[in-house]
């Protein structure tokens, strides 16, 4: 983080430990409007910061699975990433019913509606591989060796990106935002925001003027006074509150 210009508030604690993983906490009393980290958007990996963003430009990709290629690709590089460090700290995969064992889904998941949801996205996602991803392989646009873009490697990518993303801009569009994504999400409550310090709703032409430098910043801070959903200075990109759609994708999780 410090290496690309994460700040993080001291009154944040990073642990690893089992079973949780790579987890934040706070040390100290937190009040409405602390700022936690400041987190340059060059720090992000996105569709455009990746290093195969002419090949994904190319391709005509975009969305989340635009990500999911960035994701792919930086991981195939290992340590040649700026986000190897980053990308070792994640899970191969995260544990959600799309990724499950067939016959432990059927097992678990039979008579419920989820059982006919995690179908239909595997098969999705499965066209989405063949109609987008073995081409891009095909076309030697990306120097990767083919096992890096499997089937099975895009299926781990896009549980990450369902879990993980962030809806940054019009520019970058989704990203993986480091330390961002450790907060926790899935209380009674909102309890921080993702917002950018400038947004793009404003001009049509953002997409063409924007240089996506790292000097544009985004930060996460605790909830001001402002009511949930709406937007402080109209650039806030907030992560949703228990019970409101998420903005990441749309792999289901229980």
Known sequence: MRAHGVVCSDALRLDAAEPLGVHVRAVATL??????????RGACLTPRTTAAAGAIEAAELGGCLALAVAVMYERARGAESPWDAYLQLLPDRECVPLVWPADEAERLLAGTELDKIVKQDRGFLCEDWKECIEPLISSGGLDVHPDDFSLDKYFSAKTLVSSRSFQIDSYHGFGMVPLADLFNHKTDGEHVHFTSTCDDSDSED?????????????????????????RIDDEDLEMPPAGQKPRRGSIPSV
């Open 206 to 230: 953002h997409n063409e003027q924007s240089d996506a430098s790292a000097d544009e910043q985004s930060t996460i801070e605790n909830p001001t006074n402002s009511p949930s959903g709406s």
């Open 31 to 40: 009040r409405e409007g602390d700022l936690l980290a400041t987190i340059p």
